[in-house]
């Protein structure tokens, strides 16, 4: 798996990976490193973050080398990934522009993915496709941080990879193949730690997500704002509830840091779920009383079954 | 805790309770039987259902006696459990009061709780709160019928009871004592299978479980129906998105039959709780970009994070 060696659009000989750094070692750069650990990856895995995340990343043994310094945190990486909220991607990608070699791989794990694709073809060109491989792991918990990095987080999870020039491969399911052979070396690396890589073309994965993750999450948090304002203290109220309940607010404690990120880069596509949906709960609404419920019973149940 | 034997507002010697009819074998009839059963009852338990479902209750050792009719399978039986969708048990209650003996206990475990009460007052009067005993488990699955009974189903479920005349227990967490000898008994039956009474008044029930339990299926089924009428057959999408969105469209698959029910039975709470979640759906949408977004999710998180 490791070790191919072959030519590249930019003319380089890739040597096989040696050397990752992981830009935000919270819960999921920190479980990528532990799954990738725990995979057999025998390179070095270099942390930057806070010192005070650093310091658990180290105590954990999550990672080789701790830099809270961003440029010499990537020193000498054949790969680095991006793995905070999706505005700090965008402002880091700035910054590896400027000091990463051309053979060096950057990747992220964002959220949403048409900025960053945007921002990495205005930054690298026509090298863009070549340099930069965006992606997004669904796999993640309602509580963040380096203290719940696990390294079976993304085992049998779809890992979403948004080529900068999707190219022939958009209608594929599986990525056959990087654009260079480093980004197949990292696809690889992904399908050790369990993961399965799916191609899809940004504009594609944004739209999606609001319909698969992002309105759940938002449902999630006006829910547990609802009960908030109806019920205020009554905090036995989810125990009576049952599970029903408590699964439909788990996420509710999902980070607003991460959540700001997304509903700022994807906006006009959270709208749009959004304003469906409310107007498929007004059309419910309106037909409590009425025959036509069936129907929506029957729709619910049946795009259930199937999924 | 069975054998105790005392007066009652009836002026009714009460025999311990030796036999139970339960109109309903479905999920909810057949897991209270199994777990009675369980729990060492010793006493007939007397199913009444269509024969089809009868012969599964049978062939599973669900239930001692099967009867089709219900004037057979209610007679000599000391409490009547009638465990159908709400409708029914409206229904039901209309020929129990013409059949029953004044010493058997009626109750039921139906979703909405005010109708009922409203309905059993006009039928036995003065006599109402000695006779019945309206209640409500909080426990269900998303699939129902005898096949899926569970005699685990109540462990450690809320057992909601909403007795005709709540009296000074209204505000107790704990019903200590029923109205009479005989709903003593059966709510300590209730507790010998891991079930938790709580007593509530009904108006106060279906204005809860407006919030707690309907909504939720509502925004189970809308979400499902939203995601059918977006991606229709595209049926990996569930897979995709993960946990989150598993979970929050798990009851989606709930029967219809139930559900119309509940949404005839309690429509002004639900098209209440519905109006006011589609309210802050609205808002959050608005302020996607605004910072406002931080403090629904730190409402959210708080609510989420107490109970």
Redesign the interface.
């Known amino acids: 798996m490791i070790g191919r060696r072959a030519g590249s659009p930019l003319g380089i000989i890739y040597m096989p990976i040696q050397q990752i750094t992981i830009v935000g070692t919270g819960l999921i750069g920190g479980s990528l490193a532990l799954a990738l650990r725990q995979a057999g990856f025998r390179g070095t895995i270099v942390g930057c973050d806070q010192r005070t995340v650093l310091d658990i990343a180290q105590a954990r043994g999550v990672i080789d080398r701790a830099e809270t310094d961003l440029q010499r945190a990537i020193a000498g990486s054949d790969v680095i990934v991006l793995a905070t909220p999706v505005g700090s991607i965008l402002t880091l990608l700035e910054t590896v522009a400027a000091q990463a070699p051309p053979e060096t791989l950057i990747t992220d794990t964002g959220s949403t993915k048409q900025q960053i694709v945007d921002r990495a073809r205005r930054l690298w060109g026509s090298q863009a496709a070549a340099r930069v491989l965006p992606s997004h792991p669904?796999?993640?918990k309602e509580v963040g941080g380096i203290e719940n990095a696990d390294p079976e987080l993304f085992r049998e999870?779809?890992w979403?990879v948004t080529p900068i020039d999707p190219g022939q491969t958009t209608d594929s399911r599986e990525l056959a193949a990087g654009n260079t052979p480093r980004q197949q070396e990292y696809l690889d690396l992904l399908r050790s730690i369990g993961a399965r890589p799916?191609v899809m073309d940004a504009q594609r994965h944004d739209r999606?997500c609001a319909?698969?993750?992002h309105?759940?999450?938002?449902?999630?948090?006006?829910?547990?704002?609802?009960?908030?304002?109806?019920?205020g203290?009554e905090?036995?109220?989810?125990?009576?509830?049952?599970r029903?309940?408590r699964?439909?607010?788990?996420?509710?404690?999902?980070?607003?840091s991460m959540?700001?990120d997304i509903?700022?880069t994807n906006?006009e596509n959270?709208?749009d779920?959004?304003?469906?949906?409310?107007q498929?709960?007004?059309q419910?609404?309106e037909n409590?009383?009425s025959p036509q419920?069936?129907e929506?019973?029957?729709?619910?149940?049946?795009?259930?079954?199937?999924?």
């Open positions: 669904m796999a993640g999870a779809v979403l799916v999606l319909w698969i993750s309105l759940p999450q938002m449902i999630a948090t006006a829910l547990a704002c609802s009960l908030h304002e109806q019920f203290d905090a036995q109220l989810l125990q009576i509830g049952g029903a309940l699964e439909m607010t788990r996420i509710a404690l999902s980070p607003y959540w700001r509903a700022l906006t959270i709208e779920a959004l304003l469906c949906f409310e498929q709960l007004a419910l609404r409590l009383r419920l069936r929506m019973f029957e729709n619910a149940s049946r795009f259930r079954a199937k999924s």
